[in-house]
């Protein structure tokens, strides 16, 4: 039977059915990066990421203007 390992699994090889050790084959990481497919995302959708913005700029300034009248 094969040794199927998942592409995540750490480089230590592992024995197989025969006790002999599997070959270590490099992890890569998937291709792109997570930070550039967000910021693609974000220029193709520029009105939803502005709307999340001032709505998080507005809730923001909310719940700041809201403890120092609590705390006066």
Known sequence: MENLET????A???PTESGEK???TPVTP???S???H???NMVRKRGTSIKHFVLT???LLGVLVGLAYLTR
């Not at 592409?7 to 750490?10: E, K, M, N, R, V």
């Open 38 to 40: 967000a910021m693609r």
């Open 57 to 59: 700029t507005i809730a």
């Open 30 to 32: 998937p291709s792109g």
């Open 12 to 14: 230590t090889s592992t």
């Open 34 to 36: 997570y930070v550039k």
């Open 22 to 24: 599997a070959q270590q």
């Open 7 to 10: 592409p995540l699994a750490d």
